[in-house]
């Protein structure tokens, strides 16, 4: 009789097993993928007709899209650790080659300076002109307004930026 009191026992642990396992319960839901690694370096590219008149540095007069740009990158740049903030302005080829470089030296300096007063640590940007010996857009056959168009994308400033570890 023990003998089938035991195989009894076992039977009925072996359907209590079975029926567990088939009983359904709520899968955990799938977690979220961690977000991407934030880059170490990017590059910021602001067009200067957004940010200055045509021919001048005075950001003062800067248009509403230009300021929304600037403040965004700020707010990027701010109270995070930057290991170098490179500001490098550029214009475009119309004029005197020189004046077209102190012009974007001007413009670098100008947006350097609203960063610094935006919270960017001064001691990690430089601010440096290139003129116009970088061109993104080559335009061989217009003339008046419509080189001044075509050239728009000449004149802008770069932000480069390396994040420290």
Partial sequence: MKHSSLSAA??????????????????APPQA???????TAFVEQLDAD???AFGKADIDAIS?????????????????????VHVIGHSDRIGNRQANLRLSNRRADA????????????????????GDVEPVAECGSERGQALIACL???RRVEVRVRLAD
């Fill in 10 to 27: 076992l039977a009925a642990s072996v359907v209590a097993s079975l029926l567990a396992a088939c009983v359904s319960s709520t899968p």
């Fill in 33 to 39: 993928p961690p977000p991407p690694p934030e880059p």
């Fill in 50 to 52: 957004g940010l200055f």
């Fill in 64 to 84: 509403p899209a230009g300021r929304a740009a600037l403040d965004a990158l700020a707010g990027r740049l701010s109270g995070r650790p930057l290991e170098i």
């Fill in 111 to 130: 947006v350097r300076s609203y960063l610094v007063e935006h919270g960017v640590p001064a001691d990690r940007i430089t601010a440096v002109g290139r």
């Fill in 152 to 154: 728009a994308p000449n």
